[in-house]
């Protein structure tokens, strides 16, 4: 079964929307999970402001009434968001040897994400 590139962005939009939600509620909950370390000040401000950034990342990628196209900027934006987040968090937990509970999954998560949408576009092209 083949997804579709509309609810390929839409899942990715919900999990954006929910981790910057959380993030801008408590961001040291994201930090602690994600890159096992703790926050305080500056530092959560920071995190508050990266919650801002995905759920507007997420609001600026929701699916619309018409199918995503494969070259819009919300799709590419998304992608280029779940790749590169992908490559930094293995590279923090592999080179930088940091990480928390949560890496290994966040790094298939947006991988997984990544090519969903690039191999949706591809479908998308193919039509």
């Keep these: 079964?083949?997804?579709?590139?509309?609810?390929?962005?839409?899942f990715a939009?919900?999990?954006?929307?929910?981790?910057g939600l959380?993030?801008?509620?408590?961001?040291?909950i994201v930090v602690t999970f994600v890159l096992g370390v703790g926050i305080d000040g500056?530092?959560?401000?920071?995190?508050?402001?990266?919650?801002?950034?995905?759920?507007?990342?997420a609001m600026a990628c929701w699916p619309g009434r018409q199918p995503a196209a494969s070259g819009s900027p919300a799709v590419l934006a998304m992608l280029t968001y779940n790749a590169v987040i992908a490559l930094y968090l293995a590279f923090l937990r592999t080179v930088e040897l940091t990480g928390g509970l949560l890496v290994w999954p966040a790094v298939g998560l947006h991988?997984?994400?990544?090519?969903?949408?690039g191999r949706a576009r591809l479908i998308s092209r193919g039509r």
């Design 1 to 10: 079964m083949s997804l579709s590139l509309t609810r390929v962005l839409a």
């Design 13 to 19: 939009a919900v999990v954006e929307a929910g981790t």
């Design 42 to 57: 500056e530092g959560t401000r920071l995190g508050r402001c990266f919650g801002i950034a995905l759920l507007a990342l």
């Design 22 to 28: 959380v993030a801008m509620i408590d961001p040291a």
């Design 111 to 117: 991988a997984g994400v990544a090519l969903a949408i």
